[in-house]
């Protein structure tokens, strides 16, 4: 393994890496270059596991002993100082390991539907820390799959990718487009469509009939307004979490781990979920 000194924050060499706080940024250029960025060694590794390739590791030297043996052939690692890494990146790469990861092809929706039984489907979620939060839950708590509208996060963006703790890699993710008319793929292929909604004339969530043989799609929306009404009006049946105190609803990443935890212990004979 050959290990190159980067000592000034320009070197075109790291390019991959610059500006990695720049939001806008990173959304433009990430997916149009076919990159993702890693941080974290236990992240870096699960993500290979998953099969993305490194196209780059951009190290400190508290981490250059912990590089991968088995590194891919021609892959470049290069170190950086406390400093330069952080004028590189935007910021104070405490982790002091990032990998710069080639992106995968999409997998078609009807492959990620032909195995799964529990999805669940969100509309319009723009908070890269709820989306990484709510594939750790569809990983944690028994989902098979994650849809998304077109206008939501990319679940490979960094702050994804570290809230998620690399279940990014692990659940298999689709977007439905058009939206919301391929709602419709989901009850071709026999999925019961259920909306989480904190309206009042909604079913609770823990008197949903499922049974284990059941193929159902939760829809999740967007933090503040919920689902629309045209994916509403989609929906097969609605369900809430019934609320104390006056609280109207929970964060939707909150509200998704719930509905995992249901929705995968609905999946089990004998398995009972008390909400």
Same mark, same amino acid.
């Given at each position: 393994?050959?290990? =190159?000194?980067i000592?000034?924050?320009a !070197?075109?060499?790291?390019r991959?890496?610059?500006g990695?706080?720049?939001?806008?940024?990173?959304?433009?250029?990430?997916p149009? $270059?076919g990159?993702?960025?890693?941080?974290?060694?236990?992240?870096i590794?699960?993500?290979r596991?998953?099969?993305? +390739?490194?196209?780059?590791l951009?190290?400190?030297?508290?981490?250059?002993?912990?590089?991968?043996?088995?590194?891919?052939?021609? #892959?470049? #690692?290069?170190?950086?100082?406390?400093d330069v890494?952080?004028?590189?990146?935007?910021f104070?790469?405490?982790?002091?390991?990032?990998?710069?990861?080639?992106?995968?092809?999409?997998?078609?929706?009807?492959?990620?539907?032909a195995a799964?039984? +529990?999805?669940?489907?969100? $509309?319009?979620?723009?908070?890269?820390?709820?989306?990484?939060?709510?594939?750790?839950?569809?990983?944690?708590?028994g989902?098979?799959? #994650?849809?998304?509208?077109p206008s939501?996060?990319?679940?490979?963006?960094?702050?994804?990718?570290?809230?998620?703790?690399? $279940?990014v890699f692990?659940?298999?993710?689709?977007?439905? !487009?058009?939206?919301?008319?391929?709602?419709?793929?989901?009850?071709?292929?026999?999925?019961?469509?259920?909306?989480?909604t904190?309206?009042?004339?909604?079913? &609770?969530?823990?008197?949903?009939?499922?049974?284990p043989?059941?193929?159902?799609?939760?829809?999740?929306?967007?933090?503040? &307004?919920?689902?629309?009404?045209?994916?509403?009006?989609?929906?097969?049946t +609605?369900?809430? =979490?019934?609320?104390?105190?006056?609280?109207?609803?929970?964060?939707?990443?909150?509200?998704?781990a719930?509905?995992?935890y249901?929705l995968?212990?609905?999946?089990? &004979?004998?398995?009972?979920?008390?909400?």
């Amino acid at each position: 393994m050959d290990v =190159i000194e980067i000592d000034d924050p320009a !070197d075109e060499r790291v390019r991959d890496y610059i500006g990695l706080t720049d939001v806008a940024l990173r959304r433009r250029r990430e997916p149009a $270059e076919g990159l993702f960025i890693a941080e974290g060694e236990m992240v870096i590794e699960r993500a290979r596991r998953a099969g993305y +390739r490194p196209r780059s590791l951009l190290v400190g030297p508290s981490k250059v002993a912990t590089v991968p043996v088995d590194l891919e052939p021609g #892959v470049p #690692v290069y170190l950086a100082g406390p400093d330069v890494l952080a004028t590189i990146t935007g910021f104070q790469v405490h982790r002091g390991a990032l990998a710069s990861m080639c992106r995968r092809p999409l997998t078609p929706v009807a492959d990620v539907l032909a195995a799964a039984s +529990r999805v669940l489907v969100c $509309e319009d979620i723009v908070s890269h820390t709820n989306l990484g939060a709510i594939f750790r839950s569809a990983a944690g708590l028994g989902m098979d799959a #994650v849809l998304l509208s077109p206008s939501c996060a990319d679940p490979l963006y960094r702050r994804s990718v570290r809230v998620s703790m690399g $279940e990014v890699f692990a659940v298999p993710y689709a977007r439905l !487009d058009p939206w919301p008319a391929a709602l419709s793929l989901l009850v071709d292929c026999g999925f019961v469509l259920v909306a989480l909604t904190p309206s009042a004339a909604a079913v &609770p969530l823990g008197e949903l009939a499922a049974g284990p043989g059941d193929r159902l799609a939760l829809l999740l929306g967007s933090e503040g &307004p919920g689902l629309t009404r045209a994916t509403l009006a989609a929906a097969t049946t +609605r369900v809430r =979490i019934p609320m104390a105190h006056g609280v109207d609803s929970l964060n939707v990443a909150a509200t998704a781990a719930i509905a995992c935890y249901v929705l995968g212990s609905s999946r089990s &004979p004998g398995a009972r979920a008390e909400v």
